[in-house]
């Protein structure tokens, strides 16, 4: 089945444990620290198959965690790093942050691949910390969170040439003719439901694809049928074909059609309203077919070029393709968005790590907020008291201290920092 857009959920593998351990050898009777740091979590990476066609598989399964890193070991042992985990996407897969909607990356190349949520660094053993004045550190530090959101991701497909036009038009039957794509045609409307995408040869050993988008409506722009499904196809490709039933068998003006489906488009994204448009007149073997031409050239003759065909019979279908073709070799690929270059997609919130603010919940709670501070609170082991005056000692450093006093906390008031809660006593 086909889908072109899914939800997922990701998270990286958090970082593994640093430990806390002395040496422990024969004739060594005060032996010093030599507890290893943590493994670093896994990633979640996105890469593009050109296998792929669709995003069914993300909606059979919707959450996705990477392996943690193993914790360290006395002797300085660190522990490994957790295995990245990989997920295949067709080319031309979008990803946006789903609370935000903010775009990540466009994956638009075959191969090419991102890091959409990176593993948490291990947390440091005991034998990091020493130093001239603290000789034997008796804390160590737990492994980081990995990162994890809520990500979109959105298919265009990739392809040269779009077929638009109202249903029953002849998209269906065009595609079959000058391609090897076999799609489901009846005379009735949107009998094409999913994009077909379609392979054209040339005698001269060229080719190029063309993407059969289902028929649209007036209305289209606003998600009227089936609109926004299939008007996102239309944005990658370099050249659109806009079919007509210039027999007007539909009981449709085709005149007006014309019209009609440009109006869509530009309303849709105005970039569209600008790229190259050739005009099929489609059953031109029908009654009627040659009064409604001759109307069609004498209102938009000076605008588009327009090919009479007959995909039924193949009529001027030869014509058609070689001014494609002409088109193709001179047209750049089109790109909507700036695409990531870099291999990491970072995510983030916050203008500055250090930067953190208060403010109190309904039922008195203080919040702290701030990425590095939750950072430094996650990666503390509470149940070890010299890692616990450590963190007390960093919180006076960054000014966490005065600023609760700023901000009018009394003793026994509760302070919340990530999930972790405390009791504010001077």
């Known amino acids: 089945m086909f889908y072109d857009t899914a939800k997922i959920y990701v998270k990286a593998g958090d970082g593994g444990n640093g430990v806390v351990a002395f040496r422990r050898e024969k004739y060594v009777p005060y032996g010093g620290p030599s507890g290893g740091d943590g493994g670093a979590g896994g990633s979640v990476r996105l890469v593009t198959d050109p296998g792929l066609r669709t995003l069914v598989d993300f909606h059979y399964r919707k959450h996705y965690k990477a392996e943690r890193g193993e914790h360290g070991q006395g002797k300085n042992m660190h522990g490994a790093r957790g295995e990245d ?4 996407v067709p080319v031309g897969t979008m990803v946006r942050e789903a609370e935000t909607g903010r775009h990540l990356v466009d994956l638009s190349a075959p ?13 440091r053993g005991n034998a990091r910390f020493v130093t001239s004045a603290r000789r034997i550190p008796a804390f160590a530090e737990k492994g980081e969170p990995g990162a994890e959101y809520w990500l979109e991701l ?6 040269d040439v779009g077929l638009i036009g109202f249903p029953n038009t002849g998209k269906s039957t065009l595609i079959s003719k000058i391609s090897a794509a076999r799609p489901k045609i009846g005379n009735y409307p949107f009998t094409t439901t999913v994009p077909n995408l379609g392979l054209v040869r040339l005698e ?30 239309t944005e990658r490709t370099r050249v659109l074909v806009h079919v007509l ?5 539909e009981g449709r003006d085709p005149v007006e059609d014309v019209e009609v489906i440009n109006r869509e488009l530009a309303l849709f994204n105005p970039q569209l309203a600008e790229r190259p448009q050739l005009l099929a007149a489609n059953k031109i073997d029908l009654p009627d077919s040659e009064e409604n031409l001759k109307r069609l050239r004498e209102r938009y003759g000076d605008r588009y070029e327009i090919f009479d065909i007959s995909a039924l019979t193949g009529t001027g279908l030869k014509p058609l393709l070689h001014r494609l073709e002409e088109y193709l070799a001179v047209l750049e690929p089109v790109v909507l968005e700036p695409v990531e270059t870099t291999e990491e997609v970072r995510v983030t919130r916050v203008t500055s790590e250090d930067e953190f603010r208060l403010d109190r919940d309904s039922d008195g709670v203080v919040r702290i907020h701030g990425a590095s501070l ?3 609170c996650a990666m503390t082991d509470f149940n070890n008291e010299a890692g616990v005056e450590r963190f007390q000692h960093l919180m006076k450093r960054m000014g966490v201290d005065d600023a609760l006093r700023e901000f009018g906390v009394a003793p026994g008031d509760l302070v919340r920092i990530h999930q972790q809660e405390f009791e504010w006593a001077e």
Do not use: C, M, W, Y
């Not at 050993?205 to 998600?223: M, R």
């Open 85 to 88: 985990l990989v997920l295949r």
């Open 111 to 123: 191969g090419q691949e991102a890091v959409v949520a990176k593993g948490g660094r291990g947390g």
């Open 154 to 159: 959105e298919l265009k497909l990739l392809a």
């Open 204 to 233: 001269e050993g060229n080719s190029f694809v063309v993407a059969d988008i289902p028929g649209l409506i007036e209305g289209a722009h606003t998600g009227a049928g089936l609109g926004h499904q299939f008007l996102r196809h």
């Open 245 to 249: 039933d210039i027999s007007g068998s």
């Open 374 to 376: 939750e950072k430094l």
